[in-house]
C-alpha cells in the first residue's frame, strides 16, 4: 500500500464523531460502524453540530461542511468496513471487546489493511495478536475535542512494521495534525505525565493544602496551565480519568497511578464533571462554583 485512502472508524461516540470528521474533512472517504440506527444517527447528528458551531465562528465554510458530510457514511454491519485501507478503533476501554472486535475485522477485510486502536491507556501490543496482524497494528490517538486539537499520539508496537507507522504518520499529517512518536507503554506520553499531575491536585486537595478554586489558579497563573487541574478533570470526566488511571496503576503498579478516594467517591456518587453538570465545579450557575465534597 503507498497511501491510505479509505477509511473506517468503529464507534461514532465522542471520539469517533470526532475522528471521521477529521477525516472526512481531509478528503477520505470515510465509514463510521455503530451497533444501531440511532447511534448512527446521533453520530452524524454531533458532526453536523460542530460544522455548525465551525460555521458560526468561521472557522468553517458551507461548502466545506458540505464536502465533510458527503465524504461520510454510517453502517451498522462491519462487513461494510471491508475495502477500507485503515480502520480506526474508538470503542469502550474494554480490552475483550476491542479484541473481539480486531478479530472479526481480520476475517473481512484485505490482508495489508492497517489497524489502529484509539486507547488513551492500554498497551497496543495486548491487541496485537488478536488482531491477526501485529506487524500492520498501532496506536493512532487523538486528543478532545479531535477537530480541535491539534496533536496525535503514534504508537509503535514492538511488532509493527515501519511502513505501517510510515503510513499512519503520513496519514496524521495529511488530517493537519501534527504526529508525535510513543513507544507502546500504557499512557503513551500525554497520560503518562498527565494522570499523576491530576491525581496529586486531588490528594492535595484531600489533605487541605488549598481550595479547589486556588488551586487551578495557582496552576493557571503559576505554571501558565490553559485551565487548573480541576477543571480540566471535569472537562475530561472523572470516570474516564478514575478508568485511564484504574488501567494505568494495574500496568505499573506505581502509586502515583492509583486513583485516590474522593475521585472513587465522585464516580460512584455519579458526579462525573461537565458532562453530568457537576464534579469538582457545579455547572448549575454561571461561572460553575465549586462543588461542596465535605472536605
Not at 477529521?22 to 477520505?28: E, Q
Not at 479484541?99 to 489497524?115: C, E, G, V
Not at 477543571?231 to 502515583?256: H, N, P, Q
Request: with cysteine.
Amino acid at each position: 500500500m503507498k497511501k491510505i485512502s479509505k477509511v473506517g472508524v468503529l464507534g461514532g461516540g465522542l471520539m469517533g464523531s470526532g475522528i471521521a470528521q477529521v477525516s472526512a474533512a481531509a478528503g477520505f472517504p470515510t465509514i463510521v460502524r455503530e451497533v444501531s440506527e440511532a447511534l448512527c444517527l446521533k453520530s452524524r447528528q454531533a458532526i453536523e453540530k460542530t460544522l455548525a458551531k465551525g460555521i458560526e465562528r468561521g472557522k468553517v465554510t458551507e461548502a466545506e461542511r458540505d464536502a465533510t458530510l458527503a465524504k461520510l457514511r454510517f453502517v451498522t454491519e462491519l462487513k461494510e468496513l471491508a475495502d477500507s485501507d485503515l480502520l480506526i478503533e474508538a470503542v469502550v476501554e474494554d480490552l475483550d471487546v476491542k479484541n473481539s472486535l480486531f478479530s472479526q475485522l481480520d476475517k473481512i477485510t484485505r490482508p495489508d489493511a492497517i489497524f489502529a486502536s484509539n486507547t488513551s491507556s492500554l498497551t497496543i501490543i495486548a491487541m496485537a495478536t488478536a488482531s491477526g496482524r501485529p506487524d500492520r497494528m498501532l496506536g493512532i490517538h487523538f486528543f478532545n475535542p479531535v477537530p480541535l486539537m491539534k496533536l496525535v499520539e503514534v504508537v509503535r508496537t514492538i511488532t509493527t512494521s515501519e511502513e505501517t507507522e510510515r503510513l499512519a504518520l503520513d496519514f496524521v499529517r495529511a488530517l493537519g495534525k501534527e504526529p508525535i512518536r510513543a513507544k507502546d507503554s500504557s499512557g503513551f506520553v500525554v497520560n503518562l505525565l498527565l494522570i499523576p499531575y491530576m491525581i496529586d491536585a486531588i490528594k492535595a486537595l484531600e489533605s487541605n493544602v488549598a481550595s479547589v478554586e486556588d488551586i487551578d489558579k495557582g496552576m493557571q497563573l503559576g505554571a501558565g496551565h490553559p485551565m487548573g487541574p480541576f477543571t480540566l478533570l471535569d472537562f475530561v470526566g472523572l470516570d474516564t480519568v478514575y478508568k485511564i488511571a484504574e488501567i494505568m496503576f494495574t500496568e505499573y503498579r506505581e502509586s502515583r497511578y492509583a486513583p485516590p478516594p474522593l475521585l472513587k467517591r465522585m464516580v460512584l456518587a455519579g458526579m462525573l464533571g461537565r458532562k453530568s453538570g457537576k464534579g469538582f465545579y457545579d455547572y448549575s450557575s454561571t461561572p460553575p462554583l465549586p462543588s461542596k465534597l465535605g472536605l
